[in-house]
């Protein structure tokens, strides 16, 4: 499975955002997808995560009420929608896969990530 995230860029604070994530390859199987992101000198942060059913986990709590994550199987889309950006919301932004139902938070837990997409939240 290869993934792709777009969408990122810079926003002034308060603005919004939507990273999508593309998959392709073998992406019949059930899988499950995680966004996580990592600022400077900082871990990697799980944020959310989606079954392929469209279950949801809680969200990192830093980020509840104002990120929405969706998926469009029939597309192979997953999107991360942004809302009342904070400057700590500065990162970069992963989307990862794994095979199975499971949302598991931990980034060793996932087998297949994107690239990366820069998310900077500055007046």
């Known amino acids: 499975v290869h993934l792709a995230e777009s969408g990122g860029g810079l926003v002034q604070p308060g603005g919004s955002l939507r990273l999508s994530c593309a998959a392709s390859?073998?992406?019949?199987?059930?899988?499950?997808v995680g966004w996580f992101r990592q600022a400077p000198e900082k871990e990697r942060e799980f944020v959310v995560g989606?079954?392929?059913?469209?279950?949801?986990?809680p969200y990192v709590d830093s980020v509840k009420g104002r990120f929405t994550i969706s998926r469009d199987n029939a597309k192979n889309l997953v999107y991360l929608q942004m809302n009342s950006l904070k400057p700590e919301d500065t990162a970069v932004y992963y989307c990862?896969?794994?095979?199975?139902?499971?949302?598991?938070?931990?980034?060793?837990?996932?087998?297949?990530w994107g690239q990366g997409t820069q998310v900077t939240v500055s007046s």
């Open positions: 390859g073998r992406t019949g199987s059930s899988y499950t």
């Open positions: 989606i079954s392929r059913r469209g279950i949801v986990t």
């Open positions: 990862a896969a794994r095979e199975g139902p499971a949302i598991l938070t931990r980034p060793r837990d996932y087998d297949y």
